[in-house]
C-alpha cells in the first residue's frame, strides 16, 4: 500500500500536490521591436514554434488516451459491511484509532529473527495476492476478491493490514482502470478489457509483507498491456539498483529512464516506504527523479511501488479520502514488492 507523500509529511500542505510539476519551460523573452531584423524575434519564432509542437503533441496524447480509455468513468459502487476478524489474531496498534498514522521516522533494520519473521509475512502476502488474481476475469465484483483476500489472511493466523488503517474499510486495496491506487472494494464487477492492481498487506507475528500487481481482465488494447509491462519492468530495475550503501535517489533515476523511454509518466504523489514491525515509516521511496539524500543499509526493509500513467500523472481523490484516480481518466498502473537490502544486492521478500 502506497504513501501519499503529501499527506505523510506536510499534512497542513494539500496544495503542495503536483507542485513540483511543471510544464516544458521557456525562457521568458525579452520584448522586441516590430524590425524584422531584431535577433530576438527569430529566437521567439523557433520558442513558439517549439511551444505549439508541445502543445499538439500533448493534445495528441491526450486524445490517445481518451481512445483507449473507451469506458465509461469509474464510479463507485455498494460498500459492504466490515468483515469481521476473530479475536485471537492480533491486531497492528493503529486498528484502535480512525486517524491516519504519521509516517514512523525510524529505518526498519531487522537482526536475525525479524528477518524471518519479514520473509513470512511477506511470503504470506504474495501468496495471498497470487489467488487474489486467480480470481480476476469479466462479472467478479471487488468486493468479492476482498471477501476472499479476508478469509486467506485470517485462516492464516494474519490480520489484513488495511482494514482499519486510517478507517480504511476493507483488507485490500482493488485499483480499477483510471484509479491508480487506494481503491476501496465494491460491487462494480470487472469487466472484459480492465486492469486492475490488487494489493495486499498482512500482519503476521508483529510484521508487515507489502505487495501487489496489475492484473489484466479479459482482453486489453495493446497500449494498456504494454503500459502493465513496463510498470513491471520498472519496479525490477529500481530494486536491480539496491544494496547496501546504495542512494535511495537511484531508484528513482532508474525507473524513470525506463518509463521515459515509452513516453510513460511516473506519479510523485504516492512513495513506497519502510514497512516492517510498523505498516509505514522513513525511509520515503520516490520513484521519480529526485535528490533527495539518504543511503540504504543491510538487513533494512522497504516497498518499491512505481505507479505508472499513459497520460499525465495529477489525480484527484475521492471524498472516501481514499480511492485516488488520474485527473485526465488515463489508465494507470502499479506494481509493489517488499524487499530487503543485502550487502551485495536486494532480494525480493513477497514472492513464493
Ligand atoms: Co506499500
Request: charge should be neutral; aromatic fraction near 6%.
Amino acid at each position: 500500500m502506497a504513501v501519499n507523500f503529501s499527506a505523510a509529511l506536510s499534512p497542513s500542505k494539500s496544495s503542495f500536490v503536483g507542485g513540483r510539476l511543471s510544464p516544458p519551460s521557456f525562457p521568458s523573452l525579452p520584448s522586441h521591436s516590430p524590425s524584422g531584423a531584431n535577433p530576438h524575434l527569430v529566437v521567439c519564432r523557433r520558442l513558439f514554434g517549439l511551444e505549439e509542437a508541445f502543445k499538439l503533441q500533448r493534445e495528441r496524447q491526450l486524445q490517445s488516451v481518451t481512445k483507449v480509455r473507451r469506458k465509461p468513468p469509474l464510479r463507485r459502487g455498494r460498500v459492504s459491511p466490515r468483515l469481521p476478524v476473530p479475536d485471537h489474531i492480533p491486531r497492528p496498534p493503529y486498528v484502535a484509532t480512525r486517524d491516519l498514522p504519521e509516517i514512523a521516522s525510524e529505518y526498519q533494520v531487522h537482526d536475525a529473527e525479524g528477518i524471518e519473521r519479514m520473509r513470512a509475512a511477506s511470503e504470506l502476502a504474495a501468496r495471498v495476492l497470487n489467488y487474489a488474481g486467480t480470481l480476476v476475469r469479466p462479472s467478479v465484483t471487488t468486493d468479492e476478491i476482498d471477501k476472499a483476500v479476508h478469509q486467506m489472511i485470517i485462516d492464516a493466523g494474519a490480520y489484513p493490514s488495511p482494514l482499519g488503517y486510517g478507517g480504511f474499510p476493507k483488507s485490500v486495496c482493488t485499483s480499477v482502470n483510471e484509479c491508480m491506487c487506494h481503491g476501496i472494494p465494491d460491487s462494480r464487477q470487472l469487466q472484459d478489457g480492465d486492469i486492475i492492481n490488487i494489493d495486499v498487506t498482512v500482519y503476521l507475528n508483529g510484521y508487515h509483507g507489502d505487495t501487489s500487481k496489475t492484473f489484466i481482465c479479459g482482453t486489453v488494447p495493446n497500449e494498456i498491456e504494454r503500459l502493465v509491462k513496463v510498470t513491471e519492468e520498472c519496479m525490477e530495475r529500481g530494486i536491480a539498483v539496491c544494496k547496501d550503501g546504495a542512494s535511495f535517489r537511484k531508484i528513482g533515476k532508474r525507473i524513470s529512464e525506463h518509463a521515459e523511454r515509452y513516453g510513460y509518466h511516473v506519479v510523485e504523489r504516492f512513495v513506497g516506504h519502510g514497512v516492517g514491525t510498523i505498516f509505514h515509516s522513513q525511509p520515503i521511496i520516490n520513484h521519480h527523479r529526485n535528490e533527495e539524500p539518504g543511503i540504504m543499509v543491510e538487513n533494512q526493509t522497504f516497498t518499491i511501488e512505481p505507479i505508472l500513467t499513459l497520460g499525465r500523472i495529477e489525480s484527484v481523490t475521492w471524498p472516501d479520502n481514499w480511492t485516488t484516480l488520474t485527473a485526465d481518466g488515463g489508465p494507470a498502473a502499479q506494481f509493489e514488492h517488499t524487499i530487503l537490502i543485502t550487502r551485495r544486492g536486494a532480494e525480493i521478500l513477497t514472492k513464493c
